[in-house]
């Protein structure tokens, strides 16, 4: 019998992936992860994972990302697959669900891999109509995540962005932006990431995915692979930093698949990220309070915070700020935290 | 252009090499050479989907060697890519597709090993009920035949060779001495999950029977039979503590008595 679970919304903080060797740390440790996301394939059956999922699912907030459901084939989206998604839907009551513009399934064959498509009119009638199927089956709206490439269609007669962009406006799905697999493409492809991210429609991206990638060197060409196999790179981070900065705080998940590493790595990773948007966030306020700041002033003066040193980091951002500020801030730590907290 | 399915047909058929791979016309990859990146979606379907049939056979594995097994994979996925993407039942047919190895030919043991191993996995994606103990049953008329339904994770195998204890040895890192594991010698075995385990047992003719029988359905009178058809000695009493001692049993039906006048 399906537990009915209390209604978890998934907050805009980071999240991370659960992996079948954490599973035994996380439900006896029940670390503070701000919540979890699974990969729906690997809960359609009945083993050990599924009951310990039942029994994490009381405590974190759960966004399942389907791997198998093949949305660019032409030939439709499996039946019975989507009817087990609805299952896993069903069992578990995530707060996301979410899916990849990609196909893996054709001639019979599963590939175990995602695969572009050619960015066309013909494949966004398919990958539409697909999209609502699914959407109309799970009676929700899914996210739809972009790809990590190493080749393109020569016919494509749009870009990964504009397509996806269409797709929302066709079927009011909402988008998965994965950072890494951006910066992956954007460099296997050669095209603008920090263009891509600005192309696409803010207000429908739900969640971010962060991950490591590979460099292999074939001859000249220096291919990036997408293995989720380490931690997530400065490149990476680099390109969070301006998503974030352009779309504000978002669930952002820390993804790891290949050599995965002890929990606390990736607590670790999910907690940069956090702290990243926060002081992202911290940043912006303080230059807005700054700028309303110069404004009800009638002279202008040099704001203090020009002749400091810049820091990414919230907290020692809020000390530069109380110690520019003078007497007219006090520097006790309680008004510090309040700050941060007002700012956060 | 190729229509979209031709098109996804093409390219699934290059990933898995078994056509002359997609024209490199139709592909595109900045700078780089577009079939030489092809080759990253050949090694990624292949390793990942290597990688699967690793965890699934790491006995098979230890067996016929990493290397060979990894080749014996590649044709595996090459000539039977999964048909769906739910991969824990991706691997039912590699017992089957080692039997045809020539090289594999002289140790059959190999496929039947391989065989048990499927079967593990098959038992570890399946459900795990809350089992039944005998006294629940103490104040109740069960009628002459109830029907007694088993762990639906249970799975009956038989093979002429000692599968079992040849997968018992693999369990440690011991040296393995082969030469006397590996012997034709029929055994039965029953295994089920339990939590996040496995839980393998011997079974002679006649509790093989009567568990295969009750697993089908067909009702503790029928079972017994079968059993007491292989060994007139059959000790209902103690197989039924056997299998409510194992945590086999998950419920006890009372079936309605036949009409009779």
Redesign the interface.
């Known amino acids: 019998m399906t537990p009915a679970f209390q209604s978890l919304t998934i907050p805009a903080i980071a999240g991370i992936g659960l992996r079948s060797p954490h599973i035994k740390e996380m439900l006896s440790r029940r670390p503070s992860a701000g919540w979890l996301e699974v990969h729906a ?2 809960y ?5 994972g599924v ?1 310990a999922l039942e029994r994490l699912r009381e405590t974190y907030p759960l966004s399942v990302h389907g ?4 949305l ?4 439709g989206v ?1 039946h ?2 989507l009817q ?1 998604l609805r299952k896993v839907c069903e069992r578990f009551q995530p707060d996301l669900v979410s899916e990849h513009l990609a ?11 995602l ?1 572009p ?2 960015y066309d009119e ?2 966004l009638a ?1 990958v539409a109509r697909n999209v609502e199927t699914v959407q109309d089956t799970l009676k929700r709206r899914v996210l739809i995540e972009n790809l990590s490439a ?6 494509s007669s749009m870009n990964e962005a504009e397509f996806l962009a269409e797709l929302v406006e066709r079927t009011g799905c909402g988008l998965l932006l994965d950072v890494n697999n951006v910066y992956v493409s954007a460099h ?3 095209y603008d990431a920090e263009a891509f991210i600005d192309s696409l429609p803010s207000d429908s991206i739900g969640e971010i995915h962060l991950a490591g990638h590979a460099t292999n060197q ?2 000249a ?1 220096t ?1 990036l ?1 997408d293995d989720h196999g380490s931690r997530v790179p400065p490149v990476v981070w680099t390109l969070y930093q301006h998503a974030i900065s352009r779309l504000g705080p978002r669930p952002t998940l820390i993804e790891w698949d290949t050599d995965v590493p002890v929990l606390d790595v990736l607590l670790g990773e999910a907690m940069w990220a956090d702290m990243l948007s926060a002081s992202i966030m911290f940043n912006r306020k303080q230059a807005v309070r700054r700028n309303q700041s110069a404004g009800h002033r009638s002279t202008p003066i040099r704001l203090p915070v020009d002749n400091e040193p810049t820091t990414s980091m919230p907290v020692l951002a809020a000390f530069a700020a109380a110690r520019s500020a003078g007497p007219s801030v006090s520097a006790t730590p309680a008004s510090i935290e309040e700050q941060y907290h007002a700012a956060a | ?1 190729l ?3 031709h ?3 093409t ?3 290059s ?2 090499a078994v056509e002359p791979l997609i024209a490199a ?10 079939l ?3 080759r ?2 050949q090694n ?2 292949r390793s ?2 290597t990688a ?1 049939l690793m965890a699934v056979f790491p006995v098979t594995v230890r067996l016929v060697d990493e290397r060979f097994f990894r080749f014996v994979a590649s044709e595996f996925i090459r000539r039977h ?8 039942r991706y691997g039912a047919g590699f017992p089957r597709f080692l039997k045809t190895i020539d090289t594999l030919s002289d140790m059959p043991i190999v496929a039947e090993t391989a065989r048990l191993e499927w079967t593990i996995a098959e038992a ?5 009920l809350p089992s039944r103990t005998l006294s629940e049953y103490d104040s109740t008329n069960l009628g002459p035949s109830p029907d007694i339904v088993l762990q ?1 994770s249970l799975r009956l195998i038989v093979s002429h060779w000692s599968i079992l204890s040849v997968w018992t040895a693999h369990q440690q890192e011991a040296a393995i001495d082969q030469q006397s594991a590996w012997i034709r010698r029929p055994q039965r075995v029953a295994l089920w ?1 339990a ?2 385990n496995v839980r393998l047992a011997l079974l002679d003719r006649a509790n093989f029977a009567f568990q295969h029988s009750l697993k089908h359905g067909l009702g503790l009178e029928h079972a017994t039979s079968r059993a007491l058809a292989h060994d007139p000695s059959f000790d209902l009493v103690s197989a039924l503590v056997r299998l409510f001692g194992d945590g086999l049993v998950t419920d006890v039906r009372v079936c309605p008595r036949p009409f009779s006048n």
């Open positions: 394939e690997n359609m059956g009945d083993g050990a009951e791997v198998g459901l093949s660019g084939s032409a030939r499996d019975d697959h087990r196909w893996s399934v054709a001639d019979g064959a599963y590939l175990n891999d695969l498509l050619r013909e494949a398919i190493y080749i393109a269609f020569a016919d296997n492809l050669q074939v001859g060409d291919v692979i | 252009m229509p979209l399915e098109l996804q047909t390219m699934a058929r990933v898995l016309k139709m592909l595109t990859a900045g700078t780089a050479d577009p030489a990146r092809l990253v979606y990624n379907t990942s989907l699967v890519p999964p048909v769906e993407s739910r991969l824990a570890l994606d399946a459900a795990c639906p999950r939590g996040d």
